[in-house]
């Protein structure tokens, strides 16, 4: 499969990270879909175009959704406290609108396990969950 851009939101790039960085996926094992292609484009092409978007992302159509941003509830953490498409732009430090070639997230990525020890936004989360904080 071939693409000449990858639209991608937020939550997603948590997604990416882990199939990029960690020595297992779980991607590799439960999308029966397009999903898992992408997944492999963005981590084989590194000089894919990747624009940042709010709402459905490339990743969101090839699960079926065209119009609801809610349409899978595992893509959206309903926590009043934590919005995960933001945090992870913030932290990732990519723009809404702005485009990158997919090396550049990836070494984003690297750079952000290097600091934080942590795969991805979504871990520090996870992670106050089980403090409880």
Do not use: Q
């Amino acid at each position: 499969m071939t693409i000449d851009k990858l639209f991608l939101r937020g939550h997603h790039l948590s997604n990416l990270a882990v199939y990029c960085l960690d020595e297992y996926s779980f991607a590799e094992l439960i999308y029966g879909d397009g999903r898992i292609d992408l997944y492999r484009e963005f981590r084989d092409n590194p000089t894919l175009p990747v624009e940042i978007v709010e709402g459905l992302d490339s990743i969101c159509e090839a699960a079926g959704a065209e119009e609801c941003l809610d349409f899978d509830p595992c893509c959206v953490f309903k926590d009043p406290v934590w919005d995960e498409d933001e945090a992870t732009l913030r932290e990732y430090d990519l723009k809404v609108g702005e485009t990158y070639c997919a090396s550049d997230i990836i070494e984003r990525f690297i750079d952000y396990k290097t600091t934080t020890g942590l795969t991805s936004p979504r871990d520090k989360f996870l992670v106050r969950i089980v403090r409880g904080r």
